[in-house]
């Protein structure tokens, strides 16, 4: 409380339409401070991000430096003042260097014109060192070849860089490793040690606990909490954020054996190598690894997306030949991807022809799409899954990330598979729709289906998997049962073997 | 909200008033498009009052557009499943002098009719499978068809234009059904299959989804491959038709006279109708309302005088204005 102010929000509030998104919040932002900030989808998180950022500007209130008030038109005028915001997907451009994204804007020239390749290799090399990033990427890498988490890492160097005096971070881990999570928290504690004033935006508790001085929980808009991180608890951050209490997070009925149902033998693709799993019904089949692991591309081979080069695939014991993602729909399985925005969801397409879009037989009359029957088998669902929308026609980009999965897992329930591969199911849901999607799994394995889990959160593959296959290189690396899945037993597997020497190496 | 609401959608609707509902139906795009047509008629119908009004000038614009709104209707089609087609014109030049020379070598107008949509439809394999198998671009792979398909044209003809003599298929492009020329009456039947096709189908609808983004329809199950081929096979079978009726309206087959710059056009009528180039968005009633702002302004330009080079200026200009505005819409959403 004894360091100096700088930037603020004063009663700042925000509306869209009905939604009031921001109601009178007031935060101070303070140099050498980790602030979390927390809340359920639609909390209002993501509106004061794109305020500080000035993406747009607040109805009411003001944002501050000290006590002059600011104005920002457009992003550009919140960069110079020295606000920035990493987003969950960095904005890089990959056909460029690692220089030139960390420089892009600032370019050492010769001559006025030549790009002055030396210098710019330099200073790459010299803001490298300072991450400790040396071993991860060349400055005459192209980004093209980067992986997410040290895309993430060239944005945060390129925002350090550009002067940034307060960086904000939604999401950041969402993406990483456990592992590069741990290297992105030395970066922001090195940050703090420097006097940035740090904004950390995130689901996982845990690491707000470990990483925040200060937490601020909004819920419907308003502040509800602004206290130490000091003292706090996951218990009591979450029932601040739900304004309930959430003791069932993770429950899970005792499995019980059914009958083999996939039976995948040595399937191998670009990505996957030798791969064999067993599914039964009614298990939930947990799959662990690192990213890059190639969980989601074992997902990608089984339903016939990519191109498999060798192995087989059986469902019930019949034998699923071709090599197309419609003989697996045929076949009885369904996938929910990863990406929900670019690889499951028509964005601007309704709630109802999203759900309705893998059951053309069931909402179709000779042809001829039938509103009424679609209705029939959606909005059962819809209810059953408690999908938030004014109603089924609302287009689906204007839905929250966990009624996004809900519509989702509608589409493959109205197609009523035998087997659902799930991956990253809970990436950036709230609290509440976890615990509803959980719910879920935990329903439809009691009711005779197969489940493919596919998760980098350690809790939920603990919590629900009667199994787990841990994935490493593109290949399967142990298989974990009940009671030997633990956190310390999967990363053990996961870790690839060739890895370099791990560990925070900076100081 | 719950779920209860979601079940009440339905009353809630019924509860607006009628204007909106009409809004609704017919979208803001389209009510712009009306505006902008309505705009378009009272220019020239004050420029030129005399003329402008009569039946046999509506008549004239209503003839006018029926090649070209069969060519917009299909190309908006290949568009919302996210392709293009560039090479229609240069196919309907070609199953002109197909059809022409199928008739005059065996006097049948049904053997003219069906060597036009089948050499149209081959002309639109031929795009689908380089398009599709030789993972060319659209644009680039149907510029090269456009010369090559121009060029069998001139080479099946010799360069001459092919007189038809068969009065039964003339009937076709100058006859008349109840006081209403046999073309429109084609236009309007073409209209509403292609209407129901895209917008009430299954594969019409997976060909928004196709459009919109084809992993997510890849993943629902849609074989891609084989729906891109088929949408350029239907492409070239439009063309084939809208050959036929030019035709059968200009009595001969001619490699290019009627059947130049009917691509730019068709493809203008598509995106002012609110295709987005991106695929996944479009509709046949706004691709028709394009069609008739085009046949106004045509009309219009050559009753109020407008020398011919200056015309190729305004529809080049009307194209691209067209796409600025669409990518202003969709860069605000």
Not at chain 2, 21 to 49: M, P, Q, T, W, Y
Not at chain 2, 303 to 311: A, E, G, N, R
């Amino acid at each position: 409380m004894t360091q100096p102010e700088f930037f603020s929000l004063d009663k700042v509030s925000k509306r869209f339409g009905v939604v009031q998104a921001l109601d009178s919040v007031s935060i101070a932002f303070r140099p050498g401070e980790v602030l979390a900030l927390v809340g359920e989808n639609g909390a209002g998180k993501s509106t004061m991000m794109r305020i500080l950022e000035g993406v747009f500007g607040p109805d009411g209130g003001t944002v501050r430096h000290g006590s002059t008030p600011i104005v920002f038109g457009e992003p550009r005028d919140s960069h110079r003042a020295g606000i920035r915001v990493i987003h969950q997907e960095p904005e890089i451009v990959p056909n460029l260097t690692v220089a030139e994204n960390i420089f892009v804007g600032e370019l050492p020239r010769l001559a006025g014109v030549l790009l002055d390749w030396r210098k710019l290799e330099e200073q790459t090399d010299r803001v490298l060192a300072t991450f400790g990033m040396q071993q991860d990427m060349r400055p005459r890498q192209l980004c093209s070849t980067l992986g997410p988490a040290q895309r993430q890492m060239i944005e945060i160097m390129r925002a350090i860089r550009a002067g940034g005096r307060l960086i904000a971070f939604d999401e950041p881990t969402s993406s990483l490793t456990d592992d590069e999570a741990r290297r992105l928290f030395s970066v922001i504690r090195r940050l703090r040690e420097e006097g940035t004033s740090i904004v950390y935006i995130s689901h996982r508790l845990n690491e707000i606990i470990d990483l925040a001085d200060r937490i601020v929980v909004l819920r419907d808009g308003r502040l509800v909490d602004d206290s130490p991180a000091a003292g706090a608890s996951e218990q009591t951050i979450a029932k601040l954020m739900v304004g309930r209490d959430i003791a069932d997070l993770f429950t899970r009925e005792t499995w019980r054996a059914g009958q083999l149902l996939l039976d995948v033998a040595g399937l191998s693709t670009d990505r996957v190598s030798d791969v064999s799993l067993r599914v039964r019904r009614g298990e939930v089949l947990g799959i662990a690894g690192l990213v890059g692991a190639g969980r989601s591309e074992l997902a990608k081979a089984i339903v016939g997306y990519d191109r498999r080069l060798a192995g087989t695939i059986a469902m019930n014991g019949v034998s699923v030949l071709a090599n197309s993602p419609h003989a697996a729909i045929v076949a009885g399985i369904g996938f929910a991807p990863e990406d929900r925005k670019h690889e499951a969801l028509l964005l601007f397409r309704s709630i109802l022809d999203n759900a309705a879009l893998c059951v053309p037989d069931k909402t179709s009359s000779f042809g001829f799409f039938n509103r009424r029957k679609a209705l029939e088998i959606v909005s059962p669902l819809a209810a059953k899954m408690s999908i938030k929308a004014p109603n089924l026609d609302e287009q689906v980009s204007k839905l929250s990330g966990g009624n996004q999965q809900k519509v989702v897992l509608a589409r493959w329930l109205a197609r009523q598979p035998m087997l659902l591969i799930l991956d990253e199911p809970t990436r950036g849901i709230d609290i509440g729709a976890k615990a509803e999607i959980y719910r879920l799994i935990d329903e439809l394995a009691a009711s005779g289906i197969g489940i493919i889990l596919i998760s980098s959160e350690m809790p939920e593959l603990i919590g629900l998997a009667d199994r787990v296959l841990v994935m490493a290189g593109g290949r399967i690396t142990a298989e974990l049962s009940r009671p030997d899945i633990d956190e310390a037993t999967i990363l053990k597997h996961a870790m690839p073997q060739s890895a370099p020497a791990l560990g925070d190496h900076i100081q | 909200m719950n779920s209860l609401e979601l079940r009440a959608s339905k009353a809630q609707t019924g509860a607006r008033g009628a204007s909106s509902r009409l809004v609704e139906r017919l979208g803001v795009h389209n009510i712009s498009l009306l505006v902008a047509l309505a705009i378009l008629v009272v220019i020239f119908g004050s420029l030129r009052a005399d003329v402008f009004f009569s039946s046999r000038n509506l008549l004239n614009i209503g003839l006018g557009i029926t090649i070209l709104g069969v060519l917009a209707m299909s190309q908006t089609v290949v568009i919302v499943a996210g392709g293009l087609d560039i090479a229609v014109g240069a196919t309907v030049g070609l199953t002109t002098v197909s059809t022409a020379m199928a008739i005059q070598a065996t006097g049948s107008p049904s053997a003219g009719i069906v060597a036009g949509l089948v050499l149209g439809g081959l002309a639109g394999l031929v795009n689908g499978i380089i398009i599709t198998y030789g993972r060319v671009n659209a644009v680039i792979a149907t510029l090269g068809t456009m010369a090559i398909f121009r060029g069998i044209a001139f080479i099946m003809s010799d360069g001459q234009s092919i007189a038809i003599f068969s009065d039964t298929f003339r009937f076709i492009g100058i006859g008349r059904i109840l006081g209403l020329p046999l073309l429109i009456w084609i236009l309007v039947l073409t209209a509403i299959v292609f209407h129901l096709f895209l917008a009430r189908s299954i594969v019409g609808r997976n060909i928004y989804a196709l459009g919109g983004n084809p992993v997510v329809a890849r993943f629902s199950g849609i074989n891609i491959n084989r729906y891109r081929v088929g949408i350029y096979i239907m492409s070239g079978v439009a063309a084939g038709l809208a050959g036929i009726l030019l035709a059968a309206r200009t009595g001969s087959g001619q490699p290019v006279s009627g059947s130049q710059g009917l691509e730019l056009e068709a493809i203008t009528a598509a995106v002012l109708g609110g295709c987005a180039l991106q695929g996944g968005k479009g509709t046949i009633v706004g691709a028709l309302l394009g069609v008739a702002i085009i046949g106004v302004l045509n009309n219009g330009m050559i009753l109020t005088s407008v020398p011919t080079f200056y015309q190729l200026l305004a529809k080049g200009s009307l194209l691209i204005l067209a796409v600025v505005i669409a990518e202003y819409h969709l860069n605000r959403t």
